[in-house]
């Protein structure tokens, strides 16, 4: 049990109320880490010819009216990793007797919001290109910000994608998005010295 603390004993203090989001993702959250066995495993990704190629689309992105970031790669390269394990695109089902191989690619990706973390969800990643995938995350993120997704469009995700690098993180342990069996958290983007054939390089 939470102990009940009279923080005002302490000094001046302001109340604000919970989002409806809050109220609901809290209590899931929690019973998420509770529930599930959690294993991180960490990684660094040299992505320098991910961003040379972003940028050599940027200007394409741009005349087709999206914003090609560094996401809309990351789900592409989320569908290609999960069609070659796809235990990571399953679930157990509530019998807990086997394992629900889900035959749809539907990603879904971590927004936080003025209202709390909400996890839109671009359906048939698989059969959209970068153009497509950034599109979606686009209006979806829109739409997010803007408290109107609607509870179809954050429904149905196989699979999760979190992006602390937003926030400068380098590296954290998501919480899965239940009944899902796996989470990728992308972490900062940033130049770093690497050793690559015995030299030292950016």
């Not at 991910?50 to 689309?57: A, I």
């Not at 990351?74 to 399953?90: G, I």
């Not at 394992?99 to 969800?121: D, N």
Request: hydrophobic fraction near 45%; charge should be positive.
């Amino acid at each position: 049990a939470v102990p009940v603390v009279d923080f005002a004993k302490y000094g001046p203090v302001e109340i604000s109320p919970l989002s409806r989001v809050r109220k609901i993702s809290g209590p899931r959250l929690q019973a998420a880490w509770l529930n599930i066995p959690h294993v991180t495993q960490q990684d660094d990704a040299d992505i320098t010819a991910l961003e040379e190629k972003r940028k050599t689309l940027k200007d394409k992105a741009a005349a087709a009216g999206v914003k090609l970031t560094p996401l809309a790669f990351f789900v592409r390269a989320a569908v290609l990793a999960l069609k070659e394990f796809p235990d990571f695109n399953s679930s157990l089902p509530a019998d807990g007797t086997g394992l629900v191989h889900k035959k749809y690619w539907h990603i879904g990706f971590a927004a936080a919001t003025p209202q709390g973390l909400v996890v839109p969800v671009i359906r048939d990643a698989d059969q959209k290109d970068l153009f497509g995938i950034a599109r979606d995350l686009g209006t979806l993120s829109e739409k997010a910000r803007n408290g109107k997704l609607t509870a179809a469009e954050m429904q149905g995700g196989s699979f999760t994608i979190s992006n602390g690098g937003v926030y400068g993180s380098l590296m954290s342990s998501p919480i899965l998005n239940p009944p899902q069996s796996g989470i990728l958290g992308m972490h900062k983007i940033q130049d770093r010295p690497v050793v690559v054939g015995g030299q030292i390089v950016i």
